[in-house]
């Protein structure tokens, strides 16, 4: 069981915007700044989001990062096909003294 | 250019080890370490540990304490992940990643490394 918390997927038609939540607590979330990554099928994973909201180059600005308290979410607007992956939220956590990832969420485009 | 360019595929079988490794290439390497993720078959994320290579400083994850060994070869660019006692559980893709400092994000990733523990 992840310590951050992700819901296993969502879905939405093209054109449609999600936004996928990323709970946690105190010791990581609340404290730390928060980082999201995409994996296409079959790949390495991709940084997406870092410090909680900000695009690295090169990253469209479809893809946006927000936190509040012990929560993060990451929305995609103007959903397409090839938006289709698996997301992960991750932050460093003062307890563990390490990274810890949520256990992702799969978005499909209907 | 960021490279992160790691070791080929590793059938190993239970109980052995495995020595995954990654070279690095197009940025000062004292001024990021490493970390390395893995993800078995079908699964989420997982970290596993992060190495500087300013002073060698390591954290682990503590399910691999004991297990693992991290290091790091400044004169070659190579960063190398050591996991003893392998079992079927340890099956899994093999990331390593650059990262800044600890908490930071890691803003690039090598390919992958498959290994699989097979008797």
């Known amino acids: 069981q992840s310590v951050l918390t992700q819901p296993p997927s969502v879905s939405a038609a093209p054109g449609q915007r999600v936004t996928i939540s990323c709970s946690g607590s105190?010791?990581?979330?609340?404290?730390?700044?928060v980082h999201w990554y995409q994996q296409l099928p079959g790949v390495a994973p991709k940084l997406l989001i870092y410090h909680d909201d900000l695009l690295p180059s090169g990253v469209s600005d479809r893809f946006s990062g927000a936190k509040s308290g012990t929560s993060a979410s990451l929305a995609i607007s103007g959903l397409q096909s090839e938006d289709e992956a698996d997301y992960y939220c991750?932050?460093?956590?003062?307890?563990?003294?390490?990274?810890?990832f949520g256990g992702g969420t799969k978005v499909t485009v209907l | 250019q960021v490279h992160l360019v790691q070791s080929g595929t590793e059938v190993k079988k239970p109980g052995a080890s495995v020595k995954v490794s990654c070279k690095a290439s197009g940025y000062t390497l004292t001024n990021y370490g490493f970390t390395w993720v893995r993800q078995a078959p079908g699964q989420g994320l997982e970290w596993m540990g992060w190495?500087?290579?300013?002073?060698?400083?390591?954290r682990y994850e503590q399910k691999f304490q004991g297990r693992i060994t991290l290091t790091t070869d400044t004169s070659t660019g190579t960063a190398n992940m050591e996991l003893r006692s392998l079992g079927s559980e340890d099956t899994a893709m093999y990331y390593c990643?650059?990262?800044?400092?600890?908490?930071?994000?890691?803003?690039?990733w090598g390919q992958g490394t498959l290994v699989t523990v097979s008797s």
């Open positions: 991750a932050v460093w956590d003062d307890r563990l003294d390490g990274w810890v």
């Open positions: 190495i500087s290579t300013f002073n060698g400083d390591t």
């Open positions: 105190s010791s990581n979330i609340g404290n730390n700044v």
């Open positions: 990643a650059r990262v800044r400092i600890l908490g930071a994000h890691f803003d690039s």
